[in-house]
């Protein structure tokens, strides 16, 4: 008598019920395949690795209480073997490289779900990476290609910020306070403040307008 198969478990992360009663119903259309939880936030999200140790975590790239790079670079630690793919409702070559960096092995657009996730979780199981997109045949290259040249670690291409910094570029510009983007980021009002304070001289910003507009150019938040 043949032993069954174990199923590949899912966890799915999202804030809205309505995208995560939607991945959940294509996840188990597919035979195999186990919606093992949810979670509704940054900080349930890792907890919930922590304690169900998933095969896979769908994790929303803009979650409450920690945003979905601080969260996959703690899933990594916490449970090395859970493959993470980052959902997003928009797509750019410099937080596909963040996503690369934080650990995740694929970075899909909510919009393409219908049609990609599939391929997406087939992909990742194979120890593959997945970018959704007009960018997809290029980004994994062109970020291996970059490290391997030993070029500056800079997320966004032509300045020398860091992810840090620019996560925190993102969340002020997007109107958060020091103290809220703390909250986010989980560090101190303090150090937020350092970091833009440093921000603000290694960009030549004469104005708080001045990192907002950058931001705009930079697509890490929208006009």
């Known amino acids: 008598?043949?032993?069954?198969?174990?199923?590949?478990?899912?966890?799915?992360?999202?804030?809205?019920?309505v995208v995560r009663s939607g991945l959940k119903h294509l996840l188990e259309e597919q035979p195999g395949v186990e919606v093992c939880c949810e979670a509704t936030t940054g900080v349930e999200a890792v907890e919930n690795v922590k304690k169900t140790k998933p095969d896979m975590i769908l994790l929303d790239l803009t979650m409450p209480d920690m945003n979905?790079?601080?969260?996959?670079r703690q899933i990594r630690e916490a449970s090395p073997n859970t493959d993470i793919l980052v959902l997003s409702m928009h797509y750019t070559e410099?937080?596909?490289?963040?996503?690369?960096?934080?650990?995740?092995?694929?970075?899909?657009?909510?919009s393409d779900a219908n049609l990609e996730l599939v391929t997406a979780i087939n992909r990742v199981r194979r120890g593959e990476q997945?970018?959704?997109?007009?960018?997809?045949?290029?980004?994994?290259?062109?970020?291996?290609q970059t490290k391997a040249d030993?070029?500056?670690?800079?997320?966004?291409?032509g300045t020398s910020l860091t992810p840090r910094?620019?996560?925190i570029i993102q969340l002020l510009a997007q109107g958060k306070s020091n103290k809220e983007a703390a909250g986010v980021l989980g560090?101190?009002?303090r150090t937020v403040e350092s970091h833009r304070n440093h921000i603000m001289h290694k960009m030549e910003f004469e104005s708080f307008s001045d990192m907002v507009r950058f931001a705009i150019r930079k697509n890490l938040v929208e006009p």
């Open 1 to 17: 008598m043949s032993v069954a198969q174990k199923s590949y478990r899912v966890l799915v992360a999202d804030d809205h019920a």
């Open 68 to 72: 979905g790079l601080d969260a996959a």
């Open 94 to 110: 410099e937080i596909a490289r963040e996503v690369l960096r934080s650990g995740a092995r694929g970075y899909m657009l909510k």
């Open 130 to 144: 997945y970018f959704t997109g007009c960018l997809a045949s290029t980004m994994a290259e062109n970020f291996a």
């Open 150 to 157: 030993g070029s500056d670690d800079s997320v966004i291409a």
């Open 165 to 167: 910094e620019a996560e």
């Open 187 to 189: 560090v101190s009002t």
